[in-house]
């Protein structure tokens, strides 16, 4: 439609901020809208005119996850009030190649603050039957479009939610471990974790450089392919290696025939099984063994379980490090070091820390840099079980082209090796939840990963579209955190901390 002028940048970037206006506030999926979006569409409709077209995402209004620094009137916080008024030096790298290609940048999206990496949900919200994913000090609790008492998942929750919904047509979230998988799934599109070291990591508030990447967010996987030609901006192990041209070019049909997929059945029985979720797995895997693939089934999985406490460290190490780094360069603020912000938390409770607190920044402080032996020992840990014991071995041993998994459960084979991993919903249970599928693959195996994904998502069908059923529910209760003394506050967390991770 914009191609044949039947419809305008401007016409459609005004026609989403009317639906986020109708809408958002039951969903809460978006923090704040760009007030430059009409005037960036006008000027990009004034291009098309004038015959420049950037490529396919001129005039298309995009959506970022608000831990991505965008350097403009509206604030990158990650949910935070500690960084309001803050102001980040320039574009984050993956926001300046957005604009490069014509996008809108509509707006910020809601996410669980700090990216679900500041405190563990309480044993008072855990017996209640609760969830915290999605919730921002900036916007609170992020909705489920499908059942808006259900868990969107986290922490790129309005970044799934805001594209489930049509509040964008694509958006961009960030994964540390499950981040983009996890909602994608809950909400029904297609989420694509790539390979660390694919996306750039600038300016991106961090939690980990070893982990941490921004992936799109989309509801097809064709939209997903695009948005990776434009987001793709490779670094560290990527720099060098052979990338496609256009990710576009690896989307066929048939490519699932004589491809050989192992099956992940971890979370088919025990106490995490989820019955309706594997129903609709099992539909999948019966669909592309039907498409021509071989189904290895089951595979011995990665072994995440023996690195759950090395992943932690890793995390808590490299957290406090790089967001030194990041807060170094923000003006407007007084917040230099992860100190600072644990400071502000403490200032501010009744705001920040009324449903939960900030027991890993308390740990994460506590770390003594990249040079710890502890710190060096976990990551090679974690690198031998998820590389060459977990993902690299599943593949060899079984001739593997792809993993396949229900979408839910353990993202942290892909996460902790930097992987990719891509979600692909393909039904409904039974009760209305969407489900899926993940498949997961070795170093840059994106091209293989996202043909797999679309030709499973041609023979399954149009994605379910939500259905807004299920009523709001009451917030969480006050735990009580504010009333207890920091100090005995900080020693109860972290005897506590073990046994609530």
Known sequence: ???????????????????????????????????????????????????????????????????????????????????????????????????????????????????????????????????????????????????????????????????????????????????????????AIVGLKPTVGLISQDGVIPISHSQDTAGPMTRCVTDAAIMLNTLRSPFGEVVGRHLPRDYRTTLRRGALGGARIGVDRRHFSG??????????????????????ATLVDPIRPVDTDSIREDELTVLFTEIKVGLQAYLGRLGQTRLRRLADVIAFNDDNCADELRYFGQELFEVADATSGLDDPAYLAARARCIDATRSDGIDRILADGSLDAIVAPAYGDSSGPAVSGYPAISVPTGLTDDGRPGGVWLSGGFLSEPALLAFAFDLEGAVGPRPRPTFRGTISDDPPDTGICETPIEARRRTVRSDLADDL
């Open 271 to 292: 106490l995490d099984a989820d019955e309706g979720l594997n129903e609709v797995a099992e539909r999948a895997f019966a669909t592309m063994a039907a498409l021509g």
């Open 1 to 187: 439609m914009l191609a044949s002028g039947d419809l305008s940048a401007v016409e459609l970037t005004e026609a989403y901020l009317r639906r986020i206006d109708r809408l958002d506030p039951i969903l809460h999926a978006v923090i704040e809208t760009n007030p430059a979006a009409r005037d960036i569409a006008a000027r990009l409709d004034t291009e098309r005119r004038a015959g420049r077209v950037r490529g396919p995402l001129h005039g298309i209004p995009v959506l970022v996850k608000d831990n991505i620094a965008t350097n403009d009137r509206m604030e990158t916080t990650a949910g935070s009030l500690a960084l309001v008024g803050s102001r980040v030096p320039r574009d984050a790298r993956v926001v300046a190649r957005l604009r490069a290609a014509g996008a809108v940048i509509l707006g910020k999206t809601n996410l669980s603050e700090w990216a679900n990496f500041r405190g563990v949900k309480p044993r008072a919200v855990t017996d209640a039957g609760l969830h915290l994913n999605g919730w921002s000090a900036r916007r609170g609790f992020t909705r489920n479009p499908y059942d808006l008492a259900a868990d969107p998942c986290g922490s790129s929750s309005g970044s799934a939610v805001a594209p489930a919904a049509n509040l964008c047509p694509v958006a961009v979230g960030t994964e540390t471990d499950g981040s983009i998988v996890c909602p994608s799934a809950r909400n």
